[in-house]
């Protein structure tokens, strides 16, 4: 199934956010994604962030700082968001495993650089409404919007993990390759 | 220019380069546990794709919740051992004979100089203290590691560690990794391999290796690596025994693992370990560390001696040796899990069982258990645990609960006291 990128974002203003974090280890004894979605990060330590607030709720976008996903393997942190259809998340930079996870999975995690995420977080901290982050993956863009105001800006993507979310995943990738 | 052993690994086992820089890579072993194997095995199920690439290289456990403490682990545990059975894994590891992972596996043989390995678990860097390159992947790489016995990378650089001088009396491992840890932060070696060298390595057992490697991903690293070695022929000799003429034979062929001196690093680091003191952390992030005086007083409800970091023999005989004759502080809970059924046999014909007991230690089943606060030890909010575990993230162990990381021997120290203490002054 191919996914649509973008959509009102929530900024997580915060480096090192680990994946006990995004989906705490107890809830690992679930054997369907689904059952994941209450708990989208839950053990989030960071001021003012409320796991069951609405802007957690309306967000299709996670904004983030450096070495977001690190510590455990578990790709229950992109399903987590994957099945509260969060399907992008940008950041400073990321653990290797969350990275991998979230393209196999057929969804984006986006680099962009300390300035341009510093950009990103001011402007969704100065709007009263939604920040809205669109990503082109063709042009290697990201658009956001907030107060009418529009700032854009451009990635790297590999063109491995790129071929991976054209795919739908790693799954179909390798299957239809080796 | 020469080769890292990550390096060689990866050129002997190169399946596809789809775009540079990506490496796809045969698999030697596909390592798999009851949390994250399930979901792949329902999927592969769903896709019509129930099938494994070779159930000889493939090996499972049961170990985070066992035996199961409900319904939805007993469910795990059930489609992990169906599976097992369905596809003839002939090493598959039930309840009793069962133990945690990454220390069954090695204690096991299967991992060898020069291997390939992944596991749906991030401390499969362990392996890596036999010279091998074993990584930790998520479910969907799992997957595709079941069905085709492949695996993509980006080439990964290495740092190499060189760890000189000696380790004073009462400094182990662990304190040795969470220093380096603290060097490095928890983003210090992403997208990098670990490699470490220099005499105090060589000087390690495997377990005290497999120690260094475990805790590689808490700077972000792929897989740590050690250098194959005698010590790692002697540890694998019962196993390899047919294979070779000799430990020289053996030593030989798995040399040429061992990474070339010119080798090119994306860094070299040089660490003098004479003067290290053990090391406690403080705080939700491995690399919060700070030396033992700065840390002992801290009040501690909990001690948990256990886990693929330090429940080996060797982590229990450092434990026992400080609490030998004595008890642990009756405002403190002291839990000892041996990482395996061997270890736990082991830990009882040496005697360090009955001193666990004597001192007040529950003794508990192989199993990962509290260090992800999933059974068997888990934290009431406010409560601080010294663990001898790799990871202090917030509510790891219990929501709202607090891990000092430290070796076993700080952590027996410290069940004797109640606060976190320094077993040299003891």
């Known amino acids: ?21 995004i989906i705490p280890a107890k809830y690992l004894t679930e054997v369907t994604k689904e059952a994941l979605k209450p708990y989208c990060l839950e053990d989030l330590k960071l001021e003012g962030f409320d796991p069951n607030g609405k802007t957690l709720k309306n967000a299709r976008v996670v904004v983030s700082r450096e070495n977001f996903g ?23 930079s990321y653990a290797r495993i969350f990275r991998q996870n979230m393209f196999n999975c057929g969804m984006l995690a986006i680099e962009l650089s300390k300035a341009d995420i510093n950009t990103l977080i001011a402007l969704g901290k100065e709007t009263t409404g939604d920040l809205d982050v669109q990503v082109k993956l063709q042009e290697q863009q990201v658009i956001a919007s907030a107060n009418g105001r529009e700032e854009s800006f451009s990635f790297e993507i590999s063109p491995f993990d790129k071929a991976l979310v054209e795919a739908g995943g790693w799954v179909e990738y390798a299957d239809a390759r080796y | ?32 546990h009851e949390i994250t194997t399930p979901v792949a095995i329902a999927d592969l199920e769903s896709r019509g794709k129930d099938r494994v690439y070779d159930n000889t290289k493939i090996k499972a456990v049961i170990d985070h919740v066992t035996p199961s403490k409900d319904s939805k682990t007993a469910l795990q545990a059930k489609m992990l051992r169906d599976w097992a059975r369905r596809h003839e894994i002939k090493d598959f590891f039930d309840i009793g004979h069962n133990g945690v992972c990454h220390a069954l596996f090695p204690e096991k043989g299967y991992i060898r100089p020069g291997f390939t390995a992944i596991m749906g678990d991030s401390h499969t860097c362990t392996h890596g203290a036999f010279g091998a390159f074993a990584a930790g992947v998520g479910t969907t790489d799992l997957e595709v590691g079941i069905l085709k016995g492949v695996c ?12 000189t001088g000696s380790l004073a009396k009462g400094v182990y491992a662990k304190d040795v990794i969470l220093y380096v840890i603290g060097q490095l932060g928890v983003n210090g070696a992403t997208d990098r391999v670990i490699e470490f060298h220099g005499p105090v390595v060589e000087s390690m057992s495997m377990d005290a290796r497999m120690t260094l490697c475990n805790m590689a991903i808490e700077a972000g690293g792929t897989s740590g690596i050690c250098q194959p070695d005698m010590v790692t022929v002697d540890y694998l000799w019962p196993f390899i025994e047919s294979e070779f003429v000799s430990k020289q034979a053996a030593l030989e062929e798995y040399s040429r693992w061992c990474a070339d001196s010119d080798a090119d690093y994306d860094k070299i680091l040089d660490f003098d370990v004479s003067e290290l003191v053990p090391h406690v952390t403080y705080g939700y992030k491995p690399d919060c560390v700070k030396p033992i005086d700065e840390m002992v007083g801290t009040k501690i409800d909990q001690v948990y001696i256990g886990t693929c970091t330090n429940g080996r023999i060797e982590d229990l005989r450092q434990a026992a040796e400080v609490l030998k004759g004595r008890k642990i502080a009756v405002s403190l809970r002291g839990i000892v899990s041996p990482a395996t059924p061997k270890i736990f046999q082991e830990a009882l014909s040496e005697g360090l069982i009955q ?10 089943n192989p199993t990962c258990g509290a260090c992800l606060g999933m059974s068997n030890g888990v934290l009431a909010e406010g409560e601080a645990c010294a663990s001898t575990s790799n990871r202090n993230f917030n509510g790891r162990m219990g929501k709202g609960g607090m891990v000092h990381l430290m070796s076993p021997s700080t952590a027996a120290a410290t069940a004797i006291t109640g606060v976190i203490t320094d077993a040299r002054a003891l």
């Open chain 1, 1 to 21: 199934m191919k996914k649509t990128f973008g959509g009102p974002a929530i900024i997580l203003d915060r480096s090192d956010i680990n994946t006990d974090e």
């Open chain 1, 70 to 92: 690190c510590g455990s393997s578990r790709e229950h942190a992109p399903w987590v968001f994957e099945v509260n259809e969060i399907y992008t998340v940008i950041a400073e």
């Open chain 2, 1 to 32: 220019m020469g080769q890292t052993t990550a390096e060689k690994i990866f050129a002997a086992h190169l399946r596809d380069e789809p775009f540079p820089g990506t490496k796809v890579l045969d698999l030697d072993r596909v390592l798999c």
């Open chain 2, 152 to 163: 993509a990378f980006r080439e990964p650089k290495s740092i190499r560690i060189n760890l």
């Open chain 2, 355 to 364: 001193i666990f007991m004597d001192a007040g230690f529950c003794v508990t």
